[in-house]
């Protein structure tokens, strides 16, 4: 069985790295006493290595971080959780496919390994990252990322502000635009900073806050809104199989 | 000589389209008659076209979109003015490439047609687009651009804002990762909204109202701040000879 936990963002406003998800944290890894870290999308391998070692050993759960193992292959093929941090998302994807760790990984998660996924961790769990917020800083030889889940995700997806005098895109005209190519038929789910995504095989659900939700963009249609709590397993289906 | 009027937004806040910097078009295109338009960045060309065409002819100068013309090669090898305007960088790129154009219409500017970009058409006068602050809803065969200056740019340059509860990287944060990667040196100048670059042969003003700025990102060292009018030609010289 595939399971997912996709969240939006690291942190939310006010809170410290992944509180926001500590108990959902909790419940998704329960039993499970080690999780592989992939801290591609930061530069500072160790350095995050050490925050997410720091995080999860309050939790009780070690952590091994991928660039650290003698053998990475070995290290994703006996994992039991995987957990992708967020940073930037063309240097985590290009990362990964210099190292070829990009199919192994998407193989084990099929298997059944657990993937937790926060921003740049999240996009990664798409077709695509097409649907990043990230700057191009470097170029994979191409966009295609896990694919984990058949639809896009744009992670800290944000409103547009009535009161900003800036002209670039909002957030909400950048996905129309991915829509307009033909190549793009994915919806796209625009993920607050305070939700994320649980998928336990066939089952996706929306979680977060009562007062929170996402905005589901799909091409030639009106945008949908889903608020916390809201079934989205047709997601699942109503795409390319997986 | 190579001249180049690089516009970091189309608009700003409070004003209509290319309003901010009417003046600065005049001058720069006196005795030009006609432009010739590339459209690409937008999905809608036509709808482009006749926008432009109606801003320009408010200053008598005719437009010619490039997407429009019988022989692209043509348009662009007869073109004495070139002005790229904005939207997504990446399908702007893309669709140069595909159509073979992006080395012409470089070429075309070096040997002295005027070059007038505004956001993703400034982007595109870069060594490369990896300063784009757009989704990446295509995928060029490679991220290299016109490079009619030897800097990146990052249009709709935005300063962090204190009282964001927004956990997305700030636009500083951005660039810096950018040059965190060995192979990206280049400097980056961080144009506000309502400042533009006047490049002509060896000198490059920063040109906008007496109270705007840019902020220059180089790899190890603090950011710059520069004021409108100032010098900025010591830009086209320390990095990589043209």
Chains 1, 2 share one sequence.
Not at 14 to 23: C, F, K, M, P, W
Not at 48 to 72: G, M, Q
Not at 131 to 158: E, G, R
Not at 211 to 219: K, M, N, Q, T
């Amino acid at each position: 069985m595939t399971s997912l936990l996709l969240i939006s963002s690291s942190t939310v406003h006010g809170g410290g790295y992944l509180d926001h998800v500590e108990t959902e944290l909790k419940e998704f890894l329960s039993g499970i006493p080690e999780i592989l870290f992939v801290p591609y999308a930061l530069h500072d391998r160790d350095g995050y290595a050490a925050k997410a070692r720091e995080r999860f050993s309050r939790l009780d759960i070690a952590v091994k971080s991928l660039h650290a193992a003698r053998d990475p292959l070995d290290a994703i093929g006996g994992a039991g959780a995987i957990f992708v941090g967020g940073g930037n998302t063309f240097r985590l994807l290009k990362t990964l496919g210099d190292l070829r760790l990009r199919r192994p990984l998407r193989k084990r998660v099929l298997e059944g390994a657990l993937y937790i996924g926060s921003s740049a961790g999240t996009n990664l769990a798409c077709p695509t990252i097409r649907t990043t917020n990230d700057m191009p800083i470097v170029s994979p030889s191409s966009l295609a990322a896990l694919k984990l889940v058949p639809f896009q995700i744009n992670a800290h997806y944000l409103d547009p502000d009535p009161g900003s005098t800036h002209k670039g895109e909002t957030r909400e005209e950048r996905i129309r635009q991915l829509h307009e190519e033909p190549e793009n038929r994915e919806p796209v789910v625009g993920l607050r900073e305070n939700v994320w995504l649980l998928r336990r095989g066939a089952s996706l659900l929306l979680k977060g806050p009562a007062e929170a939700g996402a905005r589901l963009f799909r091409p030639g249609r009106e945008p949908n809104e889903y608020g916390a709590g809201a079934d989205l397993s047709f997601l699942l289906r109503e795409t390319a199989k997986m």
